[in-house]
C-alpha cells in the first residue's frame, strides 16, 4: 500500500485492527468497484493528515470475505472505525475528504 496505509487480511486482522490500541480505520474495498477506486486517493491523504494519530488499513473484501462477512459489510467502499480494537462506526459509500477527516476528528477527541 502506498502512503502510510496498510494492508490487513483475514490472516492478520485480529492481531492489527482487533487488538489495536486507539483509533484504526479499516477500508473495506474491491479493484473493480468505481467508487472503491474513487476513495483511495482521499483514504491515503487522511491517512498522512492524521499520521501517528489513527491506523489506517485496507481489506479488499473480495478475498476476505470472512471479515466482512463478520462486519455485516454489504456495500462497498466502507470505512470501519475501530477504537481499542471495537467497532465503532461505519461510513457506506464515497464521501467528500472534509467529512471524513470531521468524523476521524470525531473519534479522536
Known amino acids: 500500500m502506498a502512503g502510510n496505509t496498510i494492508a490487513v ?31 483511495a486517493p482521499i483514504f491515503e491523504a487522511l491517512s498522512t493528515e492524521f ?30 472505525f475501530f477504537k481499542d480494537g471495537k467497532h465503532v462506526d461505519t461510513v457506506v459509500g464515497l464521501q467528500p475528504k472534509a467529512a471524513l477527516a470531521q468524523k476521524i476528528t470525531t473519534h479522536l477527541g
Open 9 to 39: 487480511s483475514e490472516a492478520d486482522f485480529g492481531t492489527t485492527i482487533e487488538a489495536a490500541k486507539g483509533l484504526a480505520i479499516v477500508d473495506f474495498w474491491a479493484a473493480w468497484c468505481s467508487p472503491c477506486v474513487a476513495l
Open 51 to 80: 499520521e501517528g494519530k489513527a491506523v489506517f488499513a485496507k481489506l479488499e473484501v473480495d478475498a476476505n470475505q470472512r471479515v466482512a462477512a463478520k462486519y455485516n459489510v454489504r456495500s462497498i467502499p466502507a470505512l470501519l
